[in-house]
């Protein structure tokens, strides 16, 4: 039994790998979707652990290869994909200096697995992350991605076809996505220790912003979860704050 949340924790892995793949031959939409099942295993594995009481050395390092992988390798790689097409290039390594600036740009995605790492590095070894993190995590980072790819694919939004098509838009993104990963900047975690109201006030109360705005805005609501996410951990630490 104590092997279970290890071996979910390799289909995270596997999903990312695969998620990998199929974005690297311009399949975005089912990347997308891979690296949401990615973050299916990911919530399981560690649900498990604390049901199971499985917890190891091995199975926190081996999650964090996994979010790494599947978090930060695998949206940089829809990013890079998206970027390819917004500049039109086919850019070759024996290319040379000659294609141009674009051939250097379409690599800004790298920051978002080296910043995945170092978040992660670090969370490791901060225990005061335990009910709180400093720093976007990795599976929001992924959200952030896969949810303008999925919902610019089944909806009918321009603005977010046209966020696709712009390399200036796509770089920004990037980059703000990989700092605010590595940033001290206090967020909810996302786990759950009871289904009790108190003790989880934000969480319970981010829960019901993003159900709303489903049921407001469809699908579309889906680029939103990570602004909320933001914004909502900000006014619940600065409450939390004034009352201690």
Partial sequence: MKHIPNFITTLNLASGFIAIIF??????????????????????????????????????????????????????????????????????????????????????????????????AKFNVDETQTKSFKGLPTPANAIAVISVVITANYSSMPLLKSFMESSAALIIYTIVLSVLMVTSIPLLSNKFTSLKFGGNEARYILLGIVLILFLIFGLNAATLIIPVYIITSLISNSVSAKIH
């Fill in 23 to 120: 974005a690297a031959n311009g399949y975005l939409v089912l990347a997308s979707w891979l690296i949401l099942a990615a973050m299916i295993f990911d919530f399981f594995d560690g649900f498990l652990a604390r049901l199971l009481k499985a917890y190891s050395e091995i199975g926190k390092e081996l999650d964090s290869l996994a979010d790494i992988v599947s978090f930060g390798i695998a949206p940089a790689m829809i990013l890079y994909k998206l970027l390819l097409a917004s500049v039109n290039i086919n850019f070759l390594p024996d290319q040379g200096p000659g294609s141009g600036i674009y051939s250097v740009l379409v690599y800004i995605p790298v920051l978002m697995p080296v910043c995945a790492a170092l978040r992660l």
